[in-house]
């Protein structure tokens, strides 16, 4: 059990201080021993070194809790955003987070319904059985016999997002300094905008609970579980549900499945992804494997709607368009009609020319296109042979592309997280998937428009 996240500045700089010296210490340390090793010993050695960065990240975003393990969150998902030791170790913020203590989660309920859990429930277990980012979750039960999850959100949370969020920003912006491992200022505070837009919406639990009813009453695919949300019961920090048994991604790879049964998850996530886009339009847009539950009977339960974003149909008109020129072999056409789509999609504006079009822009995103349609060259594909998102664009292709990208339209940046995710999940479990879908014969024409 851990005692509360400091919630002065002074106190939560200071661990953000220890990281960044533990972090330049160890940095030091692989460069001067990197001098002294043999080729065959230094990827070895840079793997190791990674992970020591990954532990130090994620002990500190740990203490600090809130929106500090939401980043660590999002950035064990981000496959082109940071190297695999790293997310390794950052993953642990999916759900194995140390949870806070009793008499802190008494707090919530006496400011959210003024009385405590043990008087709301027929039974509530005060030990918490998992901890993330925003909130922590107990096991309860009714007076009815329904079992119930209960998240609990951390006292304070709120106020310390713009503070947490300026110190993380530092910590990447000096840890990326003289190296290749993070990424550019530019890209961290690109992240670190969208993230604090995103955060906003996730520490509202009755808007949370809004979106889990929603999506309990319209999704009818078979296999896939959604928790019914104890409306009643629930608050703004406070969020009863039904409880659902079953294993995150990695305590259901340790029970080693075989290929079939690999299989018939993965067909289960690739096709509510697709259902979530073209039939509920609107898309789970925190596809961490935290959210995800591998239930006996084949069943896959889908967790944490804090995060959803309803797609609009000219979103998908355009961005099906752009996956049909994809897949053509008539490259005259095939340009033709991408150029159209990434104009409808506000990444181009009309003044760029068919010309240019062909000559830059398709030559510098040519590695993009082939990693996001290399799943739908057949009817089948074994995701344990997807290739790794493409990491970098060379210095002539980016500055080509600076000059002439417009923006993006605003379903853009939660369709991609979620696609992205989707693809990250599919390699970890080597699912063998039917990718044929209507999205890439049909375009938008099957889209629900309602």
């Not at 065959?40 to 190791?48: F, P, T, V």
């Not at 043990?118 to 016999?145: I, K, M, P, T």
């Not at 979106?211 to 104890?230: A, D, M, T, Y």
Request: aromatic share 8%; charged share 25%.
């Amino acid at each position: 059990m851990n005692k509360a996240p400091p919630a002065s500045k002074l106190g939560r700089t200071a661990i953000t201080g220890l990281a960044l010296a533990q972090a330049g210490a160890s940095k030091l340390g692989h460069k001067a021993r990197q001098m002294l090793r043999s080729d065959d010993d230094k990827q070895a050695a840079q793997e190791r070194h990674e992970a020591e960065l990954g532990r130090i990240l994620f002990k500190a975003l740990n203490q600090l809790k809130g929106s500090a393990l939401k980043v660590s969150q999002l950035l064990s998902m981000e496959a082109d955003f940071l190297p695999e030791g790293i997310r390794r170790e950052l993953a642990k913020g999916c759900h194995q987070v140390t949870p806070l203590n009793r008499a802190l989660i008494h707090k919530v309920f006496q400011r959210e319904f003024g009385e405590a859990p043990e008087h709301l429930y027929a039974q509530f277990d005060a030990h918490a059985f998992a901890a993330a980012s925003l909130g922590q979750v107990h096991h309860a039960r009714l007076a009815d016999g329904r079992h119930l999850a209960v998240k609990v959100q951390y006292p304070g949370i709120a106020a310390a997002i713009g503070s947490d969020l300026r110190m993380l920003r530092g910590i990447f912006q000096t840890m990326a300094m003289g190296t290749t491992i993070l990424p550019r200022k530019e890209v961290i505070d690109r992240f670190m905008s969208e993230l604090e837009v995103k955060m906003g919406e996730e520490l509202d639990y009755e808007h949370e609970a809004m979106q889990l009813s929603w999506f309990h009453e319209r999704v009818n695919l078979p296999g896939i579980v959604i928790p019914k949300c104890i409306a009643e019961m629930s608050r703004k920090r406070v969020l009863t549900m039904e409880r659902l048994d079953g294993l995150h991604l990695d305590a259901w790879l340790a029970t080693a499945p075989d290929q079939a049964q690999r299989n018939h998850y993965g067909q289960l996530l690739f096709d509510w992804f697709w259902f979530s886009v073209c039939e509920l339009g609107r898309v789970h847009a925190d596809p961490h494997p935290g959210n995800f539950l591998f239930m006996s009977g084949g069943r896959l339960a889908v967790l944490d709607f804090g995060c959803t974003n309803k797609i609009s149909y000219n979103f998908c008109d355009a961005m099906a368009r752009s996956w049909r020129a994809l897949l053509m072999t008539d490259v005259a056409e095939r340009n033709r009609i991408l150029r159209l789509a990434y104009i409808d999609l506000s990444l181009f504006s009309d003044a760029v020319t068919q010309d240019e079009f062909d000559q830059s822009v398709v030559t510098a995103l040519a590695d993009l296109h082939a990693w996001k349609m290399e799943a739908f060259q057949s009817s089948e594909f074994d995701f344990s042979n997807k290739s790794p998102y493409p990491k970098t664009i060379n210095a002539e292709h980016s500055r080509l592309l600076s000059g002439i990208l417009a923006g993006w339209h605003e379903d853009v940046p939660y369709f991609d997280r979620a696609y992205l995710g989707l693809m990250n999940m599919l390699k970890k479990m080597g699912a063998v998937v039917n990718t044929e879908i209507a999205w890439t014969k049909q375009g938008a024409s099957h889209v629900n428009t309602n």
